[in-house]
């Protein structure tokens, strides 16, 4: 039929893999990011709530240690991305498609993730850094009714469309099984967590935090479920 | 499961997401199947089959031996 071998086929495809090392990194590096210019933005405003002035060796000390992490992990994605160029990945049309998906959603979550930790410092909570994602002080009902908005009918209508036209079934697998594994989680984690509160044993359950990490586990095994 | 999808498509000198674009699926998705890290539904090896005018049976090898064990 054909004197073709496997070990003979080596393409870009063979180099490209299934890229998945450097897309996790690339995240890493995102998220790391975001969280270190909220370290830095809760810093700052902790040093404006002492009485501002002048930094000092010490605080600009803590300035460049937060600097150069931004800057070592814009390093790391700018070599992850230069690393995905080279290996000549072309998108496929549902790809192109679920990436601008993606992109939509990373931008649009981040304008409001940055919006409410700057409402937050400046009107709310006294957390800072990453302890900003799980603030939970007062906000006005208008910035409160545009968020579950957002949240409960635009996010469900989008996410409609992407599971129809953008991901395919692979992907769909890899969601399902996600599912399965926070649904698992959930039930089990919730219910321990509840039990050991009421012995004493355990602080007691944070709805936040339950939802963050039933959500982190559903996106981690979707991750390693596509990529691997 | 093993397959033949890599060699098929070599032959017809298809890139991952050429194959992608036929079958309206992602690389990511073929890469999967290749690798044998995903096994497709049946009606995407039913048009993997028609793509490549082959029965599954000859794409997709589910290397079952036809149950002769050794019962003694």
């Keep these: 039929m054909t004197n073709l071998t496997e070990a003979s086929m080596i393409d870009r495809d063979e180099i490209a893999g299934s890229n998945g090392r450097s897309i996790m990194w690339i995240i890493i590096s995102s998220l790391g990011i975001v969280m270190t210019a909220g370290a830095v933005a809760g810093y700052l405003a902790e040093h404006e709530a002492q009485g501002g002035g002048s930094l000092g060796t010490a605080g600009m000390l803590t300035l460049g240690v937060f600097a150069a992490i931004i800057i070592g992990l814009a390093f790391a994605i700018w070599r992850n991305v230069r690393k995905m160029k080279a290996s000549n990945e072309v998108l496929t049309r549902r790809e192109k498609l679920n990436r601008n998906y993606v992109w939509g959603f990373g931008l649009a979550g981040g304008a409001i993730g940055l919006c409410l930790a700057f409402y937050d410092i400046r009107f709310g909570t006294s957390a800072t850094g990453p302890a900003l994602i799980l603030a939970d002080s007062p906000v006005s009902p208008v910035i409160a009714l545009i968020l579950a908005f957002f949240w409960a009918v635009i996010m469900p209508v989008t996410l409609w469309f992407w599971h129809k036209r953008a991901i395919d079934e692979q992907e769909a697998s890899a969601y399902r099984d996600g599912g399965y594994y926070s649904a698992y989680a959930f039930l089990i984690g919730a219910p321990t967590w509840w039990m050991l509160w009421r012995g004493g044993l355990a602080p007691e359950p944070d709805g936040v935090v339950i939802f963050m990490l039933f959500a982190l586990l559903w996106s981690a095994v979707w991750f390693w479920k596509k990529y691997r | ?72």
């Design chain 2, 1 to 72: 499961m093993k397959n033949q999808l890599k060699v098929l498509r070599a032959m017809r000198n298809w890139s991952q997401a050429d194959l992608g674009e036929h079958l309206d699926v992602s690389r990511q998705a073929v890469n999967a199947i290749e690798t044998g890290k995903y096994d497709p539904s049946l009606p995407l090896a039913f048009k993997i089959s028609r793509l490549f005018e082959l029965p599954i049976e000859e794409i997709f090898d589910d290397e079952f031996d036809g149950g002769q064990h050794d019962r003694s």
